[in-house]
């Protein structure tokens, strides 16, 4: 940083065509209020903070030297005042205290004004000062700059005795300058860090948990606050040790300094839904190898696995078919010729009751074997314009009867609008008498109720509830559903849902089931309206 050349006898002119007068005291015409003060200190606390700090050394290195040191803004205004009690007294007896704006105007030839407008370092000795209480010091200042935006963002200015002047002194205090705008700099650079890491852990949509190297949690983004419905506020603190779900996979890391990746967890909310996370978890690790801390990174899996679930659903009911096309004819032909010769030769057998038995497992045979045929055969589907309430109406009269006898109480609750959907009216048919069926036979043992009611989900949609207070099942019932052979009834083959779910499918509809043991079933249809 190079000294500029200053024509000090012009400037002399220039202070006496301002009007002052080399005899008086320097009068401020302008200086901050109190709470101006206040908040500019709070705005330059960082910058003030190290400044002092850099300047207490420097201080140290050459003691005995009594001088006054200020700290500036970048408009001049004095922010702090260093020095013993005697100098500081001594600068406020001429007016030098915090708030007070150095200008030339003001304060005639200064090295704060001329720090400033140069941004370069300057020294100003004795009588080159325009006021004559000035020409037994001697000042030096140097502008605090902003290397990365190339602005002075304030400025050092020392004054002492003029017995103390020392061509080494503005050497010295460059050296300081330079180590206070590195660290202003690389704070000024954490900050920015510190900022987007900030601004991602807001924005990601991902969970993000922090814990510092004793494993106490210091940060929850709002993602992961949002998603467990856990509050940020009564976490941090916690050691991961209370931490439930993502506890464990932290400890693993910050004692094993291993990184954990797309570990699967199981998440349940207060409010009763599961949920399923991938998560990662690393440790934060210095380049010195210091430990410092970990976080676990996590993203909601949910939807995914429910996805993948479809999928191996439908390659099951893809398999079932290939193996019911395979297998069902090559079972049934010859079913029909031992069935046949059983009720020839069954003429001649004196006790009937096992010769009932083996035709009810023949007959049960069969009807496995005709509900695989179900699944194989590429019916011919006729889709028309039918009222939806009309079918309904006519598979809940069939079931009133079987219903009356089991105690179960049928209710039906449609939207009052006629709703024409696109559809074949038999296999829609053959949905609803298996959901009933089962709803009548197994799902209401002692009796209940089962209420069939029709929604729009919009003007393209509408809903069919089959809904009972039955047994019910669990979520494990439920995933199993669809799985050959797995059956919640006694004498159940498992393809009923398929058959269903084959049916909807093929008229682009949704099924979703949601049961609790003991409080009973829902089931929803989801079909496209006309």
Known sequence: MEQVAIDYEALKKQCIDNGLIATDLVTFSERLTPEHL???????????SIVRYFLDKFLLSIPN????????????????????????QQAKSMGIEEGVRFKEEDCGINVITLALKYSRKMEIIGEQHFHQFLHQTVCYAIPIMDREHDRVIGAIGIMTDIKNANPLMLPLLLNVNESIEREISLI????????????MMKTTQNGILMVDKDG????????AERITEWNKVDLIGKSVDEVPYFGECLRESLNNRTLIKEKEISFLREDGNELTFLLDCNPIIQEDGYL???????RDYTVRKETELLLLNSEK?????QMAASVAHEIRNPLTTIRGFIQFLGQDIRDQSHLRLILSELDRINFIVGEFLILSKPHVLSYQDKNLHSILNEILSLFQVSAN???????????????????????????????????VEEALPYGGKIIVKTRMVNSNEITIFIEDNGIGMDQDQIRKLGSPFYSTKNTGTGLGYLVIKNIIDHHNGRLVIDSEKGKGTSIQIILGTK
């Open 216 to 223: 106490f949690l210091i940060d929850f983004n709002p993602y």
């Open 38 to 48: 206040k908040e500019k200190k709070k705005q330059y606390k960082k910058v003030i």
């Open 65 to 88: 030297v009594p001088m006054i040191v200020s700290v500036c803004d970048a408009d001049g205004y004095l922010l702090t005042v260093q020095g013993d009690e005697q100098n500081r």
């Open 405 to 439: 006898m089991n105690n179960i109480l049928i209710k039906r609750d449609f939207i009052p609008e006629d709703v024409v959907i696109y559809c074949d009216e038999n296999q829609l048919k053959q949905v609803f008498v298996n959901i009933l069926k089962n709803g």
């Open 317 to 321: 009911l893809s398999a079932v078919g």
């Open 292 to 298: 410092i801390g970990a976080f676990v990174e996590f």
């Open 188 to 199: 000024k650079q954490n900050h920015q860090l510190n900022m987007m890491n900030t601004m």
